[in-house]
C-alpha cells in the first residue's frame, strides 16, 4: 500500500459506492447485469480498504485517528466534516462492507429476473455510500446526514416494488416512523451544538466526547426530569436511535419493512441500518455514561423490547416476520447490553449478530425463491428434503441465534447477560426471558418449514449456487465468529479498559437453561408429530386470547392508527377547513378590492377627469366663447358703444395721469 | 365776455348730441347725420382754439379746420352711397337689421 | 357778443338736438342745416370768416343737399315711422354720450387759465392770406385733399350705383 495517511482512505470508502450508484442511475435502466457489476465492484474497493484499515486498527487498538476540513462558519463556532478511524468504526467498516459485498453478490442473482434490477443496485449502493458514511463519521452532523440517506435509501429499497400498494404503504410508514425518533436526534444535535459549542466527536480535546467537555456537560443542569444536558442529549439521541433500531414504541415499521426483497431485509432491516442505532448509542457512549439514570433507560427500554418481540414473534405466520421480530428482539439485547454493561458487550453482540441474521434472511430468501414465493410457514414443509444445503446454513443460523453454546450468539448474549445480571437484575430477567422466546419460536419455524412433506402444491427445488455461496461463508462466520473473536479479544478491542465483570456460573447456568429449555419447549409443543396442513397452531388452541393478543402483534398498529392516526386526521380536516376559510377570505379580499379599484376607475375616471375635469373644460370654453360671441352680434350701435367706452376709459386714464403727473 | 370756457363747453355739449344720436337712432341716415354734427362740433373747437391762442397769425387752427371740411364733406358722400347700397341689400334702412357682419 | 353768442349757440344746440329727435328724415335734415348755419355763425363770430363761408358753402349748400337728395330720390328709404325710435339698449348710448361729456368738460372745468380775453383783434385773415399758405407751405396737403376728394366721389358713385343686371341676387 503506498503511503497515504489513512485518514484518507476511510474518507474514501463511503465514496466509491457512491459514485457506483450515480454512474447506475445514469445508464438504461434495462441493464441489471451491468448494474449489479458496477455496484459489486464499488462496494469490494470499499471492502478491500476496510480490511486495511481494520488491519490498520486491531495493529493499535488505541488508535484515534481523526481528520476533516472546515465547512461552514455560523458565527464564533465552526462545523466541520471529520471523519475517525478508531476500533468502532473500523470493525464496523469491515462488517458493513464485507456483509454488503456478499449480499450484493447474493442479490446479483436474486434479482436478476427482475426488469428493475439496475434501479435495485443503484439504491443498495446509495444504501451502502450512507452506511459507511455514518461509521466513519466524527461529526455528529455528518452522521446525522448519513442517517438521513440511510433511511431515504431504507425508504426507496421498502417500496422497490412500489406498484404494490402494501410495500409503499410499508415504505411510508417506516419513514414517518424513523422520522418521528429523527427528530428528537436532530434537537439533541441543536442541544449539543448549543451547549457543546462544537459537533465533532474528538477534536484535540475540544470534542463533545472528549472528558472535558462531558464533564461540562453534565455539569449543567437541565430543566427535564433532573437530568443535566449530557442526559438530555444522550436521551435524545437514544430517541433517535429507537426509531432507527425499532425498540418499543417505534418498532412497528420493522415487520411491515419485510415488503421489501429478501436482500434488502437482510443487509439493511437486519445486519445493519438497523444496527446504526445502537452504533450511534455506542458512539455516543461518553455522554450517555455522564448521567447513569440514561443508561437505566435505555437498559429497561432495550430489555422489554427484547421480550415483547420475542413473544409476538411466537405467533406470527410469516416466514420473514419472525425473523424481523426476531431482529427487533435482538436489537433489544443489544440496547439492553449497552445499558448495562458497556460499548463492548452490546458491540460485539451486534457484530455477530449481524452475521447470522443476514445468514438467516438470505436462507429465507433462498426458501422463499425455492418454493415460487410462498412466505407462510403453515403452508411451507419438507424443506429439508427438497434444498438440503439451505436447510444445513439455517440451521447453523439457528444455532448461533439461539446462543447455544459455542455458536457465535452465545458469547456475545452471554456478555450482555452476565453483566445485566452484575448491574440490573431486573433486565437480567428480561434478557433471560427473551432468550427463552427466541429459542422457542425459532424451534416452531423449523418444525413448520423443514421435516415432513411439503404443504403447499409446490415443488420447492434448491437455489443456484450464486445464492446459496453466501450462506455457506455466512454460516462459517455464524459459527466461529463469536468463539474466535472472544478468544482474541474483541471485547478488549472494541471497549479500551475494558473489566470483565467477575464470572458468574448461576448467570451461564441460566443462559444455557432458558436456551436449552426454549428448543425443548418448542419441540415439545410443534417437534413431536409432523404438523398436517391447515391445522391451528397449538398454542392457539391451548391459550387462545394469548395467542390471538400476540398474533396481532399487541394491537399495536391498530392503537396507533385509533390514536396518531385519527389526531392527524383531524388536524388535516381543520387545515381543510382553515384552507378553505383563507381561500373563503382571499376571494372576498380579491373581489372587494376589485370592486373598489373598479368604482374608483369609474368614478376617477369618468366622471372626475371626464365629466368634471374635461367635459367641464370645454363646457366652460364654450360657455365663455359663447358668451364672447354675444359682443359680435353684429350690431353696430354695440360696437360704437364698446368704442365709446373704450374712449371714455383712455379719456379717464390720460385725466387720472395728468391729475397725477 | 365769452371766454374759451364757452366755446368749449358749447362744442362739449354739440359733439355729446351727435354721439347720441350715432349710438341712439335707428335710422341709418340719421346716423350719419349724427356723425356731421360730431364733426361740426369738432370744427368749433378748432377755431376757438385758433382764436383764442397766442399767435393769431399762424393759420393752422383754420386750414385745420378747411381740411376738416373737405374730409366731412367726402365721407360724407361715400356714407351716404353706402348706406344707399346697404339699404339696397338689406331693404331697409334700420341698423339693428343690418346684423350679419357676425360669427 | 354775449347775446350773439348765446342766441347762435341756443340755435345750434337745438338744431341739432331735433336733427336726431325727429322722426321725419327731412325735417331731421333741414334742422341740420339750421344747424350748420348756427355754427357758421358762431365761426363769424370767432373772426373766421373764410371758415363760415366755407361752411355755408360745403355743408349746408352740398353735404345737406346730398343728404335730402339721397332721402328723396331712394325709394322708401324714411322707413316706417311706427316702431321705436330708438335702437335697443339705448341708454348705453345715452349712458356713454353723458359720459363723454364729462370727460370733455372736466379739464375745462377744472383747468385755469381758459378765462383769457382772447387777443385784441387784428384784422381777420384775408382770404388771399389763406390762399398763399394753402399754396405754399401747404400746397401737399392741398392736393391730397383733392385726391382724396376725387377718390371719394368715384366711390360713392360707385357704390350707390345699382348692380349690374346679370350680378342681381335673387331676393330672400
Keep these: 500500500m503506498p503511503d497515504i495517511h489513512p485518514i484518507y482512505l476511510v474518507a474514501a470508502i463511503p465514496l466509491f459506492p457512491l459514485a457506483m450508484s450515480l454512474v447506475i442511475a445514469l445508464l438504461k435502466p434495462t441493464r441489471g447485469r451491468a448494474a449489479s457489476f458496477l455496484a459489486l465492484l464499488g462496494l469490494g474497493v470499499s471492502l478491500v480498504l476496510s480490511l486495511y484499515v481494520l488491519k490498520l486498527s486491531l495493529q493499535e487498538p488505541g488508535l484515534v485517528q481523526t481528520g476533516g476540513f472546515p465547512w461552514i462558519q455560523l458565527g464564533p463556532l465552526p462545523v466541520d466534516f471529520s471523519v475517525i478511524i478508531d476500533p468502532l468504526s473500523a470493525s464496523m ?195 450517555f455514561v455522564a448521567d447513569p439514570a440514561v443508561l437505566t433507560v435505555v437498559a429497561w427500554v432495550g430489555g422489554f423490547t427484547a421480550l415483547f418481540a420475542g413473544l409476538v414473534a411466537v405467533a406470527q405466520n410469516d416466514l420473514k416476520r419472525i425473523l424481523a421480530y426476531s431482529t427487533v428482539s435482538q436489537l433489544g439485547m443489544m440496547m439492553l447490553g449497552l445499558g448495562v454493561g458497556g460499548v ?116 420447492p427445488h434448491e437455489s443456484p449456487w450464486r445464492i446459496t455461496a453466501p ?158 360671441t354675444r359682443a359680435q352680434n353684429g350690431q353696430l350701435q354695440g360696437y360704437l358703444r364698446f368704442i365709446t367706452l373704450g374712449a371714455v376709459a383712455l379719456g379717464l386714464l390720460l385725466g387720472w395721469a395728468l391729475l397725477r403727473g | 365776455m365769452v371766454t374759451l370756457q364757452h366755446y368749449l363747453i358749447l362744442s362739449a355739449v354739440l359733439f355729446s348730441i351727435g354721439l347720441l344720436g350715432v349710438l341712439t337712432r335707428r335710422h341709418a341716415v340719421i346716423v350719419l347725420i349724427g356723425i356731421e354734427i360730431m364733426l361740426n362740433a369738432a370744427n368749433l373747437n378748432l377755431i376757438a382754439f385758433w382764436r383764442f391762442g397766442p399767435h393769431l397769425e399762424n393759420f393752422e387752427g383754420l386750414l385745420f379746420t378747411l381740411f376738416s371740411i373737405a374730409v366731412a364733406a367726402a365721407e360724407a358722400s361715400v356714407g351716404l352711397a353706402l348706406v344707399i347700397a346697404v339699404y339696397r341689400h338689406f331693404k331697409t334702412p334700420d341698423v339693428e337689421k343690418m346684423n350679419t357682419l357676425r360669427e | ?67 335730402l337728395f339721397a332721402i328723396m330720390l331712394t325709394p322708401h328709404v324714411t322707413g316706417e315711422n311706427h316702431g321705436r325710435l330708438c335702437s335697443r339698449g339705448w341708454i348705453w348710448g345715452l349712458a356713454g354720450a353723458g359720459a363723454v361729456f364729462l370727460i370733455l368738460i372736466a379739464p375745462v372745468l377744472l383747468m385755469a387759465g381758459l378765462d383769457t380775453p382772447p387777443a385784441t383783434a387784428a384784422l381777420s385773415p384775408s382770404v388771399r392770406e389763406i390762399g398763399l399758405v394753402l399754396m405754399t407751405p401747404y400746397g401737399i396737403a392741398l392736393l391730397v385733399m383733392a385726391l382724396l376728394l376725387t377718390a371719394a366721389l368715384v366711390g360713392a358713385v360707385v357704390a350707390a350705383s345699382p348692380p349690374a343686371r346679370d350680378k342681381d341676387e335673387p331676393k330672400p
Design chain 1, 471 to 628: 450462506l455457506v461463508v455466512l454460516s462459517l462466520f455464524a459459527l466461529a465468529f463469536g468463539g474466535l473473536a472472544r478468544h482474541w479479544g474483541i471485547l478488549e478491542y472494541l471497549e479500551p479498559g475494558f473489566h470483565a465483570p467477575e464470572h458468574s456460573s448461576l448467570v451461564m447456568a441460566v443462559g444455557l437453561a432458558v436456551a436449552l429449555g426454549g428448543i425443548l419447549a418448542g419441540w415439545l409443543v410443534y417437534g413431536r408429530r409432523a404438523l398436517p396442513v391447515g391445522e391451528p397452531d397449538a398454542v392457539a388452541v391451548t391459550l387462545p386470547p394469548v395467542y390471538r393478543f400476540l398474533e396481532n402483534r399487541a394491537w399495536m398498529d391498530e392503537l396507533y392508527m385509533a390514536t396518531v392516526g385519527r389526531i392527524w386526521g383531524a388536524l388535516a380536516a381543520l387545515a381543510v377547513v382553515a384552507d378553505l376559510a383563507l381561500n373563503a377570505v382571499t376571494d372576498w379580499t380579491v373581489l372587494s378590492i376589485q370592486n373598489l379599484s373598479r368604482t374608483l376607475a369609474i368614478y376617477s375616471d369618468r366622471v372626475l377627469i371626464d365629466q368634471w375635469g374635461f367635459d367641464g373644460l370645454c363646457r366652460a370654453v364654450r360657455g365663455a366663447g359663447f358668451l364672447s
Design chain 3, 1 to 67: 357778443m354775449n347775446a350773439a353768442f348765446l342766441i347762435l349757440s341756443l340755435l345750434a344746440v337745438a338744431g341739432a338736438l331735433l336733427a336726431i329727435r325727429l322722426h321725419n328724415l327731412v325735417h331731421a335734415t333741414l334742422s341740420l342745416m339750421f344747424f350748420f348755419v348756427a355754427l357758421a355763425g358762431l365761426f363769424v363770430l370767432l373772426m373766421a370768416e373764410f371758415i363760415a363761408a366755407v361752411q355755408i358753402l360745403v355743408y349746408v349748400g352740398a353735404v345737406g343737399i346730398l343728404i
Design chain 1, 344 to 459: 463492548g458487550a452490546g458491540m460485539f453482540h451486534l457484530l455477530s449478530h449481524a452475521f447470522f441474521k443476514a445468514l438467516l434472511f438470505l436462507a429465507a430468501g433462498s426458501i422463499i425463491h425455492g418454493c415460487h414465493g410462498e412466505q407462510d410457514i403453515r403452508k411451507l414443509g419438507g424443506v429439508a428434503r427438497s434444498m438440503p444445503l439451505t436447510t444445513v446454513c439455517y440451521l447453523c443460523g439457528t444455532f448461533a441465534l439461539c446462543a447455544l453454546p459455542f455458536g457465535s450468539g452465545y458469547f456475545s448474549k452471554d456478555e450482555i447477560l452476565l453483566a445485566a445480571w452484575h448491574n440490573n437484575p431486573g433486565v437480567f430477567v428480561l434478557g433471560a426471558a427473551a432468550a427463552f422466546c427466541t429459542s422457542f419460536y425459532m424451534t416452531r419455524q423449523l418444525c413448520y418449514v423443514f421435516p415432513g412433506n411439503h404443504r403447499s402444491h409446490a415443488h
Design chain 1, 93 to 287: 467498516l469491515a462488517m458493513v462492507t464485507f456483509i454488503g459485498f456478499l449480499i450484493f453478490f447474493y442479490s446479483g442473482s436474486y434479482m436478476a429476473d427482475d426488469p428493475d434490477c439496475a434501479r435495485f443496485f443503484g439504491y443498495l449502493s446509495l444504501f451502502a455510500a450512507g452506511m459507511l458514511g455514518l461509521v466513519i463519521s466524527n461529526s455528529l452532523l455528518l452522521l446525522f446526514m448519513c442517517w438521513e440517506i440511510v433511511g431515504l435509501a431504507s425508504y426507496l429499497l421498502i417500496g422497490f416494488w412500489y406498484q404494490k400498494p402494501a410495500a409503499a404503504a410499508a415504505a411510508k410508514k417506516a419513514f414517518i416512523t424513523t422520522r418521528i425518533g429523527d427528530l428528537f436526534l436532530f434537537i439533541g444535535l441543536l442541544w449539543a451544538f448549543k451547549d457543546g459549542g462544537t459537533l465533532l466527536f474528538y477534536y484535540h480535546g475540544n470534542g463533545l466526547l472528549e472528558p472535558g467537555r462531558v464533564a461540562w456537560l453534565a455539569g449543567i443542569p437541565a430543566p427535564v426530569f433532573g437530568l443535566s444536558v449530557a442526559g438530555v442529549i444522550s436521551l435524545l439521541i437514544f430517541a433517535g436511535a429507537v426509531g432507527k433500531s425499532g425498540q418499543f414504541p417505534l418498532h412497528v415499521w420493522l415487520p411491515d419493512a419485510m415488503e421489501g426483497p429478501t436482500p434488502v431485509s437482510a443487509l439493511i432491516h437486519a445486519a445493519t441500518m438497523v444496527a446504526a442505532g445502537v452504533f450511534l448509542v455506542a458512539r455516543t457512549y461518553p455522554l
